[in-house]
Nanobody, 117 residues
Framework: QVQLVESGGGLAQPGGSLRLSCAASGSISRLNVMGWYRQVPGKDRELVAS???????TYADSLKGRFTISRENANNTVYLQMNSLKAEDTAVYYC???????????WGQGTQVTVSS
């Protein structure tokens, strides 16, 4: 079993920045993808960014240039640096880990990000 604990959400002003963290613990396979989705009420969860290993990254096209994903493999932690925040970035952000060999996805509990003046 894998547990994911997110932190770093909260309130930011438009144009501001936030950094989300997600620490994974438990039975973590070496080959995995970690990343973030976000969801607003009434809409489907959408992929924000993902990272395989330490360098192979994927981003939602609309977020490229403002959001940066990174990870520390030594402590199984993934980060999401969010800059130039907009009101439309307001959502619950969910961390995930895909165990590729086991073909299983784990989710964090979600952290609220609110962008408002």
């Amino acid at each position: 079993q894998v547990q994911l604990v997110e932190s770093g959400g909260g309130l930011a002003q438009p144009g501001g920045s936030l950094r989300l963290s997600c620490a994974a613990s438990g039975s973590i396979s070496r080959l995995n993808v970690m990343g973030w989705y976000r969801q607003v009420p009434g809409k489907d969860r959408e992929l924000v960014a993902s990272i395989l290993g330490g360098e192979s990254t994927t981003y939602a096209d609309s977020l490229k240039g403002r959001f940066t994903i990174s990870r520390e493999n030594a402590n199984n932690t993934v980060y999401l640096q969010m800059n130039s925040l907009k009101a439309e970035d307001t959502a619950v952000y969910y961390c995930f880990l895909d165990a590729i060999v086991a073909a299983r996805r784990y989710w964090g509990q979600g952290t609220q990000v609110t962008v408002s003046s």
